[in-house]
């Protein structure tokens, strides 16, 4: 499992911010029903805190019922429902565009949401990283260039008609689809907004609009738990990137928030409710 290797923020109890992230990882898939977690003392060293803390975060995932304590030393993972998703079939195909800005937890969400409904996730980055990797090297720029002009400018608008490409094959065949993608540009952008909102209507789907909110702390927990060589020149200086970004920003339309802050609900909750409330308005 992967931690950020940094100090938690302060905000909330540290072994209640370990918990969420674990469950978190759980939900989405990335740790796997039945997977032994490491030792406390392995834990405690990763996420530089104490053995009581990651003791104590234990403790609340294990009355979540997410992990089964047979030692301190030896926890598995009990999540067998995320094995067999429920593969709802509306007669509307459903299209969730999730945006936010990087480290929000759209992917997280995104997959939460697929092993909710069984539809497929698309995200951006899996569909396009390899090639979009490679025409930079071709242009001589660094692979994970993602601010000069000529990534903004040549490659970006191409990685999202890729991305759009996708999701409308999957609607002409009667599937739903949840992707995820910043989608910064796009959503305040109420012409695309609109225009997008038509061309999946026009095949016969719903487009839903869904914004993950994350306050900074987080995000840059989230950011740096990632690991991704992409995020190296956001985190080289924080505090300037969050200069150039707006928190405030919302899609240009009507949209479902989820915040995924720290002290939020679960994701898994928020991800329920919000397929509840997507195949009501199908109905």
């Excluded at 540290?14 to 003392?41: F, K, M």
Aim: aromatic residues 6%; contains cysteine.
């Amino acid at each position: 499992m992967t931690t950020d290797g940094q100090p938690l923020t302060r905000g909330e109890a540290l072994h209640v911010q370990i918990a969420r992230s674990i469950r978190n990882q759980i939900q989405a898939g990335r740790l796997r029903d039945g997977e032994t977690l490491p030792s406390s003392r392995q834990l405690a060293e990763e996420w530089k805190v104490s053995v009581f803390t990651i003791n104590e975060a234990m403790k609340l995932l294990a009355a979540d019922g997410l992990v089964v304590n047979h030692s301190r030393s030896r926890r598995l993972i009990h999540f067998p429902g995320e094995t067999t998703p429920t593969p709802w079939r509306p007669e509307t195909p459903q299209v969730l565009l999730v945006g936010g800005f990087p480290g929000s937890g759209k992917s997280e969400l995104a997959r939460v949401l697929a092993r909710l409904t069984g539809w497929p996730m698309l995200d951006k980055d899996t569909l396009t990283r390899p090639v979009v990797e490679a025409a930079l090297e071709i242009l001589d720029r660094s692979p994970n260039d993602r601010e000069s002009d000529v990534y903004l400018e040549r490659i970006r608008p191409r990685e999202y008609e890729a991305t759009e490409a996708a999701y409308l094959e999957n609607v002409e065949c009667g599937n739903s689809a949840i992707v995820a993608a910043p989608f910064l540009r796009e959503l305040r952008d109420k012409a695309w907004v609109d225009r997008t909102t038509a061309s999946i209507t026009a095949r016969g789907g719903k487009a839903t609009l869904v914004w993950v909110y994350c306050e900074p702390d987080t995000m840059h927990r989230y950011m740096r738990q990632r690991g991704a060589a992409r995020d190296a020149t956001k985190l080289a200086d924080w505090p300037a990137y969050l200069d150039s970004i707006d928190l405030d920003m919302r899609p240009n339309g009507p949209f479902e928030l989820i915040d995924n802050s720290a002290s939020s609900s679960p994701l898994q909750v928020q991800a329920s409710a919000l397929v509840d409330k997507v195949l009501k308005a199908s109905a």
